[in-house]
Structure formats: C-alpha cells, structure tokens
Nanobody, 126 residues
Framework: QVQLVESGGGLVQAGDSLRLSCAAS????????MGWFRQAPGKEREFVAS????????YYADSVKGRFTISRDNAKNTVYLQMNSLKPEDTAVYYC???????????????????WGQGTQVTVSS
C-alpha cells in the first residue's frame, strides 16, 4: 500500500508564499510520477502540477504557471509544491497524488493517479 501525507497548508494573505510537502511511503518512490491537485468548495478537483519520476519534466496548470514550482527529493521520498504570489482563488484543499504505475508518461489527469493523500487546506485572504 502507498501512503501519502501532506503538510504545510495554512491561512495566508494574498501575495504570500507557502510550501507544501508530501511524504510518501510503501513503495519505490523514485519510480513514480507525482502530482498535486486541488479542490475548492463546490468545484471539481483540478490539476495543479506534476513531476516525472526522474524529476526531469514538469507540467503546470495555466492558472499557476510562473507562481508555483513542483519538485521532488527521491532520497527523502518527498514531493514539494512551492507556492508564491498566492491569490484568493488559490484557496482550496490541496492533494498529493502518486501515479498508479511506475515509469509512465507524465499525466495531468486525475485518472492516472491511483494513490491520494488526505489533503491539506490552503486559505488565501484578500
């Protein structure tokens, strides 16, 4: 079984920064693509960013491009999401996700990710 535990959420003001962390356990972390998704109240879960198992490729949603950075430390089994210049519309529960299978093409769709964390709340006040 894969376990993902997010941390780092909180309440901040517009323009502030936060760094989310996701610690993974249960399998060979370095073989799997990782992603961050978010879900605001009343909305569907949406893609935020993803990073290839090698760390060499990343994808971002247009809404966060240039403000958010995804990274991973395979030695620590951890993936990060650095969020800068936060906006009120970034308010959501943020979920870490691991690909269902190893060594796959990097994806932005929820269906590609079979393992999910419990989520961490990010609230940005104006």
């Amino acid at each position: 079984q894969v376990q993902l535990v997010e941390s780092g959420g909180g309440l901040v003001q517009a323009g502030d920064s936060l760094r989310l962390s996701c610690a993974a356990s249960g399998r060979t972390f370095s073989s799997f693509n990782m992603g961050w998704f978010r879900q605001a109240p009343g909305k569907e879960r949406e893609f935020v960013a993803s990073i290839k198992w090698t760390g060499g490729s990343t994808y971002y949603a247009d809404s966060v491009k240039g403000r958010f950075t995804i990274s991973r430390d395979n030695a620590k089994n951890t993936v990060y999401l650095q969020m800068n210049s936060l906006k009120p519309e970034d308010t959501a529960v943020y979920y870490c996700a691991a690909d269902s299978r190893p060594f796959r093409v990097l994806s932005t769709t929820t269906s590609a990710y079979g393992y999910w964390g419990q989520g961490t709340q990010v609230t940005v006040s104006s």
